[in-house]
Each structure stands twice: as C-alpha cells, then as structure tokens.
C-alpha cells in the first residue's frame, strides 16, 4: 500500500511493503493533503510490518523527546528513531534515517482488526513523518509555527501564540467572515522569489481548520485575550521572544537550528509582526482588517 502527501510543497511517500490494511485512514483533514501528482518525492519512506521490531544497533542517545514520546539514537548511516507507546512506554517502531532525511526504513509493530493485522498510518505520520519533515523544512529556509492563519482579501494574516490565546476562535470569525482559513494549529513559513509565502498544514486545532493551499503573508499578529481590540507594535527583540517559543525548533539537528534562526531574523526584518490583544466577538475581522500594516518596528 502507498500513501503520496503533499504539504508545503513537499512531497511525502509512505509505502508499506506488504500489502497489510490500513487502519483509520485516511483521517481527518489529511484526505486534502493526499498528493497524485508523479512528481518524486522528497522524504521517502518505506514501511515493514512485524509482530516484533527487529533488534537495530545504534550508537548514544542523540535527543529525548521525554514525555514518553520518541528518542532519536545516532546509527552508522544517520540516525535511528525509536517511537514509544504513551501507555507502556515501551517501543512500537523503529526507523533509520538517512543524514539528509530524505530516506527512512521504519519497522512498526501490527495491529489486528479482528484476526487480520494491520497498521495505522497516523502512528507513522506521528512522530517520523513530523520530525523528518520539519529537519528538512528547517534545512532548507523554513519554518514550522504554532498558529493560525487565513487569506483575507485585505491580505494573509498569520496569528500566533500558545495554546488558549485564541487561534480557533480567530480562525472561526475569519472562516464566518469569507475569508479561507489555511490552519488553526500549525502554518508552515518559506520563501519563494525572496517573498514569504504561508502554507496549510494537517495538523489542527480545536476548530479543525487545515487547508492544502498557500498565499502571501502580509502580516504576523502575536495574540492574547484583552478587555478591547487593540494592535500595537513591537521592539525586534519582543517579537522574537514572543515568537520563539511557538517554533517547532530541530533542537536535534545544529544546521537546521542555525537555518530556523537565520529564518526566523529575515522573518522580522522583512514582514510587520504586532500584537494584537482582542475581545471575543467577530468584530475583530473588521478591526484587523481596517489597521494598516505595521511597516516599523519600535527601536529595541
């Protein structure tokens, strides 16, 4: 069975080499995501399924996800990753990564629909295809935001902030208001001809917004909850320490570190990032929409 995705402009094969069934696929918005172009793909990984993972030598822990998630170990030809059941903590696949992650082996363990053994997708996307995907997005000039955003008429609006500051709420005044909400959750950064370009990812959040569509970003707002609607700009070295923690950093990988860093500066020099502390009422589309872009950054 083969899976072909395609996000951000990557291109993202998945083949499992046994014709085992897929279980709870596809899911919820990856179906959009789904990619029957013949481009090659970038990231290419083949799946073996098992009943026991086979006993791979690798060097010394390279990088602890904690939490009982994943752990990336060093190998002779890249890196190896052990993905970990939340419950037992104990190992349910294996992949061995190419340096360039752009080729994984991954060995999971079956699961049975009834009698027949099957696997589940989802338990590969999470964490191999995320980590490989976001390395290389780093690597290449790019960068992977915890927020939300939306193509306006007025412009591409990225929102940004943790968890509670409002991105699906945003998202569904936008939505009700016309405008075509990319994600709630996650947006992808690149480059393309020297302008910044938003793209949808999968990934949702509470709203379940995820398109397979890209535009120009216009503007980032870094959001909170406030007692009225009110924009107000920001010093460089604020927006990075707003911004910063909303990064999916490859803590991992030091080239692709360096490049998110590099990014995330050209990020801020070139595109107006504010604040924006809003009331909950839909009003706040007009508001947005009416504030002409903030071209200055307040002096650090």
Same mark, same amino acid.
């Given at each position: 069975?083969?899976?072909?995705?395609?996000?951000?402009?990557?291109r993202?094969?998945?083949t499992?080499?046994?014709?085992?069934?897929?279980?709870s696929? *596809?899911?919820?918005?990856?179906?959009?995501f789904? @990619?029957?172009?013949?481009?090659?793909p970038?990231?290419?990984?083949?799946?073996t399924?098992? =009943?026991e993972?086979?006993?791979l /030598?690798h060097? /010394?822990?390279?990088?602890?996800?904690?939490?009982?998630l994943?752990?990336?170990?060093?190998s002779? &030809?890249?890196?190896?990753? =052990?993905?970990?059941?939340?419950?037992?903590h104990?190992p349910?696949?294996?992949?061995?990564i190419?340096?360039?992650?752009?080729?994984?082996?991954?060995?999971?363990?079956? =699961?049975?629909i009834?009698s027949?053994l099957?696997?589940?997708?989802?338990?590969?996307?999470?964490?191999?295809?995320?980590?490989c995907?976001? %390395?290389?997005?780093?690597?290449?000039?790019?960068l992977?935001?915890?927020?939300?955003?939306?193509?306006s008429?007025?412009?591409?609006?990225i929102?940004?902030g943790?968890?509670?500051?409002?991105?699906? %709420?945003l998202?569904?005044?936008? &939505?009700?208001?016309?405008?075509?909400?990319?994600? &709630?959750e996650?947006?992808?950064?690149?480059k393309?001809?020297? &302008?910044?370009?938003?793209?949808?990812?999968?990934?949702?959040?509470?709203? !379940?917004?995820?398109?397979?569509?890209?535009?120009?970003?216009t503007?980032?707002?870094?959001?909170s909850h406030?007692?009225?609607?009110?924009?107000?700009?920001?010093s /460089?070295?604020?927006?990075?320490?707003l911004?910063?923690p909303?990064c999916?950093l490859?803590?991992? @990988?030091?080239? !692709?570190?360096?490049?998110t860093l590099a990014?995330?500066?050209?990020?801020?020099?070139?595109? *107006?990032?504010?604040?924006?502390?809003?009331?909950?009422h839909p @009003?706040?589309?007009?508001?947005?929409?009416?504030? /002409?872009?903030?071209?200055?950054?307040?002096?650090?």
């Amino acid at each position: 069975m083969g899976i072909d995705l395609s996000i951000a402009g990557y291109r993202i094969r998945l083949t499992e080499t046994r014709d085992y069934p897929s279980i709870s696929w *596809p899911l919820h918005p990856f179906g959009t995501f789904l @990619d029957r172009s013949d481009r090659q793909p970038d990231i290419e990984i083949t799946i073996t399924v098992v =009943e026991e993972l086979p006993n791979l /030598p690798h060097g /010394p822990l390279h990088f602890d996800a904690c939490h009982g998630l994943w752990r990336l170990y060093e190998s002779k &030809d890249g890196l190896l990753l =052990e993905s970990l059941d939340t419950k037992t903590h104990q190992p349910f696949a294996l992949a061995l990564i190419t340096k360039d992650f752009s080729h994984i082996d991954v060995w999971t363990c079956g =699961e049975k629909i009834g009698s027949v053994l099957g696997w589940v997708p989802m338990k590969i996307l999470n964490p191999v295809v995320e980590v490989c995907l976001l %390395t290389r997005i780093a690597r290449d000039g790019g960068l992977l935001l915890h927020s939300a955003g939306v193509l306006s008429p007025t412009g591409g609006y990225i929102f940004t902030g943790a968890s509670g500051t409002g991105k699906s %709420t945003l998202s569904g005044f936008f &939505d009700t208001r016309g405008a075509s909400v990319l994600s &709630d959750e996650r947006m992808i950064i690149r480059k393309n001809e020297g &302008d910044f370009v938003m793209h949808g990812t999968p990934w949702v959040g509470s709203g !379940a917004y995820a398109k397979n569509e890209s535009g120009p970003l216009t503007e980032l707002f870094c959001i909170s909850h406030g007692p009225q609607h009110q924009i107000e700009s920001l010093s /460089p070295s604020a927006v990075l320490a707003l911004i910063l923690p909303q990064c999916f950093l490859p803590h991992w @990988d030091r080239a !692709a570190m360096e490049s998110t860093l590099a990014f995330l500066s050209d990020l801020i020099d070139h595109v *107006p990032c504010r604040r924006l502390a809003f009331v909950r009422h839909p @009003d706040v589309v007009d508001y947005v929409r009416n504030q /002409p872009a903030g071209n200055t950054l307040v002096a650090s």
